[in-house]
Nanobody, 116 residues
Framework: QVQLVESGGGVVQPGGSLILSCSVS????????WGWYRQRPGLQREWVAR???????YYLGSVSGRFSISRNNLEKMVYLRIKVLKTDDTAIYFC??????????WGQGARVTVSS
C-alpha cells in the first residue's frame, strides 16, 4: 500500500522560510514524477511544483523563484523548500505522483500557516 507522509509544516512569519518533506513508500519511486500540491483555505487543491524522473523542476507561475522542489531517490523523499513566505502561502501541502494517480491516496499533508 502506498504511503505518503508529509512533514515540516508549522507557523512561520511572513518573509520566513521552511522545508517540507515527503516520505514515500509502497510505490516505484524512481520511475515516477513527483509533485507538491496545496490546498489554501476555501480553495481547491492546486499543483505548485513538479520534479521529473531526471530531476527537471517545474513550478506554478505564482510561486516560481520562491519554491524549490527536490528529490532523493535512495531515501524515497521529496522536498519542497519555500522562501520569502507570504500569507497567501498558508495552506495544507501535500505530495503525490505527478499527475496524481487515482490508485494513490493523499496523505495527511503538512499544514503551513504564515502569520505575524
Amino acid at each position: 500500500q502506498v504511503q505518503l507522509v508529509e512533514s515540516g509544516g508549522g507557523v512561520v512569519q511572513p518573509g520566513g522560510s521552511l522545508i517540507l518533506s515527503c516520505s514515500v513508500s509502497g510505490i516505484n519511486f524512481v520511475d515516477n514524477d513527483w509533485g507538491w500540491y496545496r490546498q489554501r483555505p476555501g480553495l481547491q487543491r492546486e499543483w505548485v511544483a513538479r520534479i521529473s524522473r531526471n530531476h527537471a523542476a517545474y513550478y506554478l507561475g505564482s510561486v516560481s523563484g520562491r519554491f524549490s522542489i527536490s528529490r532523493n531517490n535512495l531515501e524515497k523523499m521529496v522536498y519542497l523548500r519555500i522562501k520569502v513566505l507570504k500569507t497567501d502561502d498558508t495552506a495544507i501541502y501535500f505530495c503525490n505522483t505527478y499527475p496524481p494517480l487515482d490508485s494513490v491516496d493523499w496523505g495527511q499533508g503538512a499544514r503551513v500557516t504564515v502569520s505575524s
